[in-house]
């Protein structure tokens, strides 16, 4: 595995890791890891109850992404953000975050184990520098915009994870 694979495996199992602790809590559950087939990310469970979980990034762009994760693996060398002139970002962001979502909803892939431990969790993290309300209320827009009738429901819930006050927030998104 390179390393960069490395640290996108690290980074997952934190964020699964996190969520489990808040969700936990949160339904008086105890879910564990137990194995990590990719895909799906995770294999949970509670006693005899199974799940899964699926990670995926919405990055604010392909720049924006690669900034992070050179900062963030050993070895490469760090990319500078350029920036430049930018305009609407919520409501570009907004576009790309459905997009990567509808991704996640219509990929084969998350059918069987569907079929096999029931529909997942998708978390969906927002790396996006400029994140505020407006972002959200742009998203919620986007959402209710996009025809979904592609989805293959394979997930029961979509949770969207962001920093706040250093530490993540994980909210339940209703897309459709």
Known sequence: ?????????????????????????KEECSYVIYAEPDPPEAL???????????????????????????????????????????????????????????KKLTKNSYVQPAKEFGAGILLITLEYPFLSNETFEEIIKCCELTDWSGDLLCFKNVYIVYPRENKKVFSELKYA
């Open 1 to 25: 595995m390179n390393k960069r694979a490395q640290i996108k495996k690290e980074h997952e199992r934190a964020v699964m890791l996190d969520f489990l602790n808040w969700y936990n809590l």
């Open 44 to 102: 949970i469970k509670d006693g005899n109850k199974l799940s899964w979980l699926e990670v995926t990034d919405t990055f604010y762009s392909n720049e924006w992404a690669k900034t992070i994760t050179s900062n963030a693996t050993p070895g490469e060398k760090n990319h500078k953000w350029q920036g430049g002139l930018q305009v609407n970002m919520d409501v570009y962001f907004a576009k790309k975050f459905v997009e990567n979502l509808q």
